[in-house]
C-alpha cells in the first residue's frame, strides 16, 4: 500500500541551528500537507503544496514540494525553542484519505 | 483553530469497562475521522465517516466501534477496555481544500486502561 516515510526520524539541534525534515512518497501525490504536533499537543495544520517544484515561506519555515510530486521538505531557519514539536507531512490516499508520514520529532536546545 | 470538542480529555478505567469518547464538531464537515497515537509516535486512522449513517475502518485494526446519526457527533465506544487500548485518541474533520482535505483535530483523549 501507499507509504509516507520521513527522515530523520529524531533531529536534536542547538538552538539558532537550522533543521530539515525530508518526505517521501512511495506514489505521486496531487498535494502535500504539513503538520506540527506540539508535546501533548495535537497535530495544527501548517500548509499545504499543490503545484510540482512549489516552495512556499512562513517565516523560517520553508516548505518545498518535489518536482515529480513525490517528495517534500520543510526547512527551518535558526531554529528556536518555539519550534519543538513533531513535524508531519501528510498526503491524500486512496479513498480520499489523509496518509500522515512518519513524522519527525525536534528537540531544540537553548 | 477549529471548532472540534473531545472528551473526555484524560480518562483511567479498568480492564473490561465499557467506554465512549465523544467527538464534536461545529464546522458542519462531513468527514470525520479517528485516530490513534502513542505518545511521539505515527498517528493511525482506526475509522472514519463520510457523513451521516457512514462509517469505515482505517488502516490500523482497532477493536473500538464508531457511529454517525448527526453529522457534528462522531463518538467512539470500547466495549471492553484493555491494558493494549491505552493510547490517545484524536478526533478529525475535514473540509475539502484547493486539492485535499485539510485535517482539523480535536485535543485528544487520553485513555489509560489499568
Known amino acids: 500500500g501507499q507509504q509516507v516515510m520521513q527522515i530523520p526520524q529524531y533531529q536534536h539541534v542547538q538552538e539558532g541551528e537550522d533543521f530539515t525534515t525530508y518526505c517521501n512518497s512511495s506514489?505521486?501525490?496531487?498535494?502535500i500537507q504539513w503538520y506540527k504536533q506540539r508535546p501533548g499537543g495535537h497535530p495544527v495544520f501548517l500548509i499545504q503544496?499543490?503545484?510540482?517544484?512549489e516552495v512556499k515561506k512562513q517565516k523560517r519555515l520553508t516548505f518545498q514540494f518535489g518536482e515529480a510530486k513525490k517528495n517534500s521538505s520543510l526547512h527551518i531557519t535558526a531554529t528556536q525553542t518555539t519550534d519543538v514539536g513533531t513535524y508531519f507531512c501528510?498526503?491524500?490516499?486512496?479513498?480520499?484519505?489523509?496518509?500522515f508520514g512518519t513524522g519527525t520529532r525536534l528537540q531544540v536546545f537553548p | 483553530e477549529a471548532d472540534i470538542y473531545q472528551t473526555p480529555r484524560y480518562l483511567v478505567i479498568g480492564t473490561g469497562k465499557k467506554i465512549t469518547l465523544e467527538c464534536s464538531q461545529t464546522m458542519g464537515h462531513d468527514k470525520m475521522y479517528w485516530y490513534q497515537q502513542d505518545p511521539g509516535m505515527e498517528l493511525h486512522l482506526i475509522h472514519y465517516s463520510y457523513g451521516v449513517n457512514s462509517t469505515e475502518k482505517g488502516d490500523l485494526s482497532s477493536e473500538s466501534t464508531v457511529s454517525r446519526i448527526r453529522t457534528e457527533h462522531f463518538p467512539l465506544t470500547l466495549e471492553s477496555a484493555r491494558p493494549s487500548h491505552t493510547s490517545q485518541y484524536l478526533c478529525?474533520?475535514?473540509?475539502?481544500?484547493?486539492?485535499?482535505?485539510?485535517?482539523?483535530f480535536g485535543e485528544g483523549s487520553w485513555l489509560t486502561v489499568v
Open positions: 503544496l499543490v503545484k510540482s517544484g
Open positions: 506514489t505521486t501525490l496531487s498535494n
Open positions: 501528510a498526503g491524500p490516499g486512496m479513498a480520499d484519505k489523509l496518509i
Open positions: 478529525a474533520s475535514s473540509e475539502p481544500g484547493i486539492s485535499g482535505n485539510t485535517i482539523y
